[in-house]
């Protein structure tokens, strides 16, 4: 990539950015200002010069993806989809956090036009965004070809001190250091601030030395509030590594511009009204002016948004080429883009006839697996350490594996997600919202049950009861509607010698109660 070249109209981006993020939350006196303003010149960056994706067609299968794992910085968000040409109006920033607008108070991928996860709930975006990078991984090594690459894009993600400071962050950027997923870039907005203050309160932690004994390639720009070239270059530099995920650490000022600026005040409250004049007179923008986009921000953007229909374009053509070359690879890449099952698979299932000799319901979910697997290739298994107790990996399954450590390979179907069951629920998210892939993870907790369902509810995650240490990211799940099977195994009441500690009785209840859960 060549060198960075400064454009005349990028402060200016910048700065709309930041007034649009003092406007929006003041409306709607509610939400978070200092976040969007202070990574401004973060995302501007990124989004000019890196990302590739297509506003007009939101769903195109090779864009690069995008996460905001500090969802409370939402405006930021929404106003770049905005700016982009995403199905947001200016009205639709006016309602922000409004009961039924499309630009609710955390992202919502399931509702408005552009968001890939749902985010809030904090440290779970960075975790699906390792499950965005694996999933990529995964199509590129079962479908490109020599001269032809499908699947190439890039996983990027912006994220605080809040969701370092998540114990489901740590379980998946650990792993994701130990798959050498080279296709993630994460952005870590480091501006010292929480809702109690400074982090020297509680988060003093080297996070570089922390991220490199993850096995990430990290790097560092010091001043993010004004230092474009810098940030540009550390993005260059990371795309450059291929063998491991990269964290860029920007130092920047949280609330840039405002009286407040760098305090935990600006972080989830409004800016005054005076406030947001002086931040306006500062920046050059008329203070009598609400909403404002001057007419060059949105040419700029609209320039973005080209770049990625060109790409798009390019893509479809390759992918017709594809299809002449490749035509049953090409049959079967499209089916599962589509979220189409494969014809006839339910007859691969076993049949029971009463009075046959019983077995455990987790055998039987062995059987079940072991006979669908072949005829439903996106099905992408794994457990968090328990495998030969879930019996969830086929007698062919190939593990999913960096090829430099000879345990498997990227085309592998079987995820070994170690003694992380909040983590490997987070991955899995991100691995279904990919598309193209339907993930099932197996742990342990209250009463042995196996139950598929696949077709009409594809779109809710099915549980057969599970370990509460994930809840956080079955909900989202449930929220998002991602089509995520869930295998748990072993009774409470059969696991009586463990003691109480492993007798859960309130987990089925926990789970029935929650929205848009298959639970059986």
């Not at 009286?259 to 931040?279: C, F, W």
């Not at 696991?495 to 109660?513: C, F, K, N, V, W």
Request: proline share 4%; hydrophobic share 35%; net charge negative.
């Amino acid at each position: 990539m060549s060198s960075f070249q400064k454009e005349a109209d990028d402060e200016k981006c910048i700065n709309t950015i930041r007034t649009l993020a003092a406007d929006v939350v003041a409306k709607s006196n509610s939400g978070h200002p200092g976040a969007p303003m202070g990574m401004a010149p973060i995302a501007h960056v990124l989004f000019s010069r890196f990302m590739i994706a297509n506003p007009k067609n939101s769903k195109w299968y090779n864009r690069d993806r995008f996460v905001l794992s500090n969802g409370h910085a939402c405006a930021l968000h929404y106003i770049l989809l905005h700016l982009l040409g995403y199905k947001l109006s200016m009205d639709d920033l006016k309602a922000f956090r409004q009961v039924d607008s499309l630009t609710p108070g955390h992202p919502e991928s399931s509702h408005t036009d552009g968001i890939e996860v749902t985010t809030g709930p904090l440290g779970q975006g960075i975790s699906n965004a390792v499950g965005l990078a694996a999933a990529q991984a995964h199509i590129a090594a079962t479908f490109n070809k020599e001269g032809f690459d499908l699947s190439t894009n890039h996983t990027y993600a912006f994220l605080g001190d809040g969701c370092l400071q998540e114990g489901v962050a740590s379980e998946t950027c650990s792993l994701a250091g130990h798959l050498q997923l080279g296709n993630l870039i994460a952005l870590y907005d480091d501006n010292h601030i929480t809702i109690d203050g400074e982090t020297d309160v509680s988060f003093t932690e080297d996070v570089v030395k922390r991220f490199e004994a993850y096995g990430w390639h990290v790097q560092v720009v010091k001043d993010g509030d004004n230092d474009l070239e810098g940030i540009y270059n550390a993005i260059v530099e990371a795309q450059k590594v291929k063998d491991k995920p990269s964290l860029i650490k920007v130092h920047t000022t949280i609330g840039y511009g405002s009286a407040k600026q760098g305090t935990e005040s600006v972080h989830g409250s409004p800016l005054k009204a005076d406030d947001i004049v002086n931040v306006k007179k500062k920046f050059g923008f008329d203070p009598e002016q609400k909403f404002h986009v001057p007419d060059e921000v949105y040419a700029r953007y609209n320039a973005i948004g080209v770049r990625g229909a060109e790409a798009e374009a390019k893509w479809e053509a390759l992918l017709s080429q594809y299809a002449q070359k490749y035509p049953e690879e090409h049959k079967e890449l499209t089916r599962r883009i589509r979220g189409d099952l494969p014809e006839g698979w339910e007859k691969k299932l076993p049949v029971y006839k009463p009075g046959e000799k019983n077995a455990a319901s987790r055998k039987y979910s062995e059987i079940v697996l072991q006979a669908i697997s072949s005829s439903i290739p996106e099905l992408v298994g794994g457990s968090a350490d328990l495998t030969g107790s879930n019996l969830t990996r086929v007698k062919e399954a190939v593990d999913f594996q960096p090829p430099s450590t000879k345990l498997g390979s990227y085309a592998g179907r079987y995820f070994r997600y170690g003694v992380r069951e909040h983590g490997m629920g987070a991955i899995m998210n991100g691995l279904s919202a990919y598309g193209g892939i339907i993930p099932f993870g197996g742990t342990f907790l209250v009463r042995e049950a196996a139950y598929f369902r696949f077709g009409m509810d594809a779109n809710a995650p099915t549980l057969q009861n599970f370990v509460s240490y994930a809840a956080g990211a079955v909900r989202l799940s449930a929220l998002s509607q991602h089509h995520v099977i869930w295998v748990a195994t072993h009774d409470s009441i059969g696991l009586g010698e463990d003691g109480p500690t492993h007798q859960p009785i309130e987990t089925a209840i926990h789970l029935r109660a929650i929205p848009n859960l298959h639970f059986w």
